[in-house]
């Protein structure tokens, strides 16, 4: 998937390794689009990073979120936006497909000529993070 607004682009890239280092060096690299909060690879170009002004959107979501989301070790859930100075890394992982272990090994336990490709996989899907939530919600307002 991409879409692109306000000079960002939201790409869904799947890794070959599984490693998240591969996307960041290629999209900082090879594309000479650094991932958004990624200071490691992408230093450059935060260098000169100028966040999204304000809108009412996030306005309206300041209010709503401004009361509950610190954590008790004083991390706060709801910065780290593109409106942020110094946004948090844009990276998440929304799904993830494992081989099922416990029923290949049990298969393998019964029969010696066990056709593994067969084993059924598990799914996971996580959520997108708050501050890439609260990106996404900016862009699309």
Known sequence: MVVKLVGYT???LPPL???KHQLRVHCAEVLGTP???DYKYGWQSHR???HLPSSKLESNMNE???KGNTLHFGLDLESGSISEKHPLLHLHCREMVLPNVLMALQHTQLSSECDLTKIESLKFVAPLPSH???SWDILHS
């Open 132 to 134: 890439m939530q609260r």
């Open 35 to 37: 991932i958004v909060g």
């Open 64 to 66: 709503k979120f401004s």
């Open 10 to 12: 939201w790409l869904e």
């Open 48 to 50: 000169n990073w100028k």
């Open 17 to 19: 390794t599984g490693r």
